[in-house]
T-cell receptor, first 114, second 112 residues
Framework: SAVISQKPSRDICQRGTSLTIQCQVD?????MFWYRQQPGQSLTLIAT?????????ESGFVIDKFPISRPNLTFSTLTVSNMSPEDSSIYLC???????????FGQGTRLTVV | KQEVTQIPAALSVPEGENLVLNCSFT??????LQWFRQDPGKGLTSLLL?????REQTSGRLNASLDKSSGRSTLYIAASQPGDSATYLC???????????FGTGTRLQVTL
């Protein structure tokens, strides 16, 4: 298994500002992902965080809006930039230790943009 | 592109009942199928993982099955309890990138 610590757990931010979310895993993992869950919706993948290189973004998500860092095999950050109320969502970090193995999730960051 | 749907969207049952949640997926080239539980405003808790070579997995009162040929998975909950009230999500992993495609979720309420 994997224990994932995500910070902050929640935040209320002013529009136009940026928020950086941290994800710390208790062991080295091969793959880390960032998902978004909009109110009343299911989860959508934002990007795959690649260690030591640029993240791989899904269709509809761009680096300027959601810059991601992954300096090592246990840590990643997601920044939500120039926020608008439409960015109000739960953002979740996920890890997978190997292809086809179980995915684990952090407790999420509940973001409200006012 | 993988698409995952869940039926029903919401379900309310009295305590003690057995129930089945359904998950359908379009791409049968699936590595595995995972069931999660999500409490309101919280993250996801992994319940069961079924590999593509397996038919079912059991954990306590939970049993999940997988039929790749028909593109279906079910989650069976025996003797439901109020503490089982949550949203249940299924997700399929397709391809070596290990990305998950999530279903729409079933919101379960178990009443006293």
């Amino acid at each position: 298994s994997a224990v994932i610590s995500q910070k902050p757990s929640r935040d209320i931010c002013q529009r136009g500002t940026s928020l950086t979310i941290q994800c710390q895993v208790d062991s080295q993992v091969t793959m880390m992902f960032w998902y978004r869950q909009q109110p009343g919706q299911s989860l959508t993948l934002i990007a795959t965080a690649n260690q030591g290189s640029e993240a791989t973004y899904e269709s509809g998500f761009v680096i300027d809006k959601f810059p991601i860092s992954r300096p090592n095999l246990t840590f990643s950050t997601l920044t939500v930039s120039n926020m608008s109320p439409e960015d109000s969502s739960i953002y979740l970090c996920s890890v997978v230790k190997g292809v086809g193995t179980e995915a684990f999730f952090g407790q999420g960051t509940r973001l409200t943009v006012v | 592109k993988q698409e995952v749907t869940q039926i029903p969207a919401a379900l309310s049952v009295p305590e003690g009942e057995n129930l089945v949640l359904n998950c359908s997926f379009t791409d049968s080239a699936i590595y595995n199928l995972q069931w999660f539980r999500q409490d309101p405003g919280k993250g996801l808790t992994s319940l069961l993982l079924i590999q593509s070579s397996q038919r079912e997995q059991t954990s306590g009162r939970l049993n999940a099955s997988l039929d790749k040929s028909s593109g279906r998975s079910t989650l069976y909950i025996a003797a439901s309890q109020p503490g089982d009230s949550a949203t249940y999500l299924c997700a399929g992993q397709t391809g070596t990138a290990s990305k998950l495609t999530f279903g729409t979720g079933t919101r379960l309420q178990v009443t006293l």
